[in-house]
């Protein structure tokens, strides 16, 4: 039986929450709508992962990686406030891979780009957050972003590096090797 494990990794403190965003464009055959898939991290081991079809049916992957992105900013924000609620301690600042270029360059200036006028409020939403160094934006490779494994089908390779990544092992021996 396969499942997360979580194992102790370097210092725990400070405590660190790290986010992984994807989105598949237009998978729904049906709906031509995309899929969003995210995953939160606290120190390397992921506590919160989410994959859904997105409401709207967007023109581009880059709006299809926007909303992703929007999406997995409102939780990544809920747990730092969480975190530092426990901990009493501020956050240090947290940092949201995405793979597509196109999008880091709209969240990093989000006044410039007129055709993503209607994702707006979601660019500004971001590019507030990496103004007040809450989070920083950091592009990943498609084959090293983690939130692949929840968007679309994989090769046996690349779904075994990205559940690895995941920290999903057999449960039975992970146990046995403490």
């Not at 194992?7 to 986010?19: E, I, T």
Request: aromatic share 8%.
């Amino acid at each position: 039986t396969y499942g997360l494990v979580y194992r102790r990794v370097g210092d725990v403190l400070p405590l660190r929450v790290d986010a992984y965003c994807d989105a598949d464009h237009a998978n729904c055959v049906d709906t031509s709508r995309s899929i969003t898939s995210y995953l939160l991290r606290l120190n390397e081991c992921t506590f919160l992962y989410k994959s859904k079809r997105q409401g709207k049916v967007t023109t581009d992957t880059c709006s299809s990686e926007l909303i992703a992105a929007s999406m997995c900013v409102e939780d990544l924000i809920w747990a730092r406030k969480l975190m530092k609620e426990i901990t009493g301690n501020a956050m240090p600042c947290s940092t949201l891979h995405i793979d597509n270029q196109s999008t880091i360059t709209v969240v990093s200036e989000p006044g410039n780009y007129q055709r993503m006028k209607r994702f707006a409020k979601r660019t500004r939403k971001i590019a507030e957050f990496v103004k007040q160094h809450k989070i920083a934006v950091q592009y990943v490779s498609s084959e090293q972003n983690i939130a692949d494994i929840f968007t679309k089908a994989l090769g046996p390779h690349q779904f075994q590096s990205l559940r690895q990544a995941l920290n999903v092992e057999d449960v039975a021996e992970a146990i046995q090797g403490h």
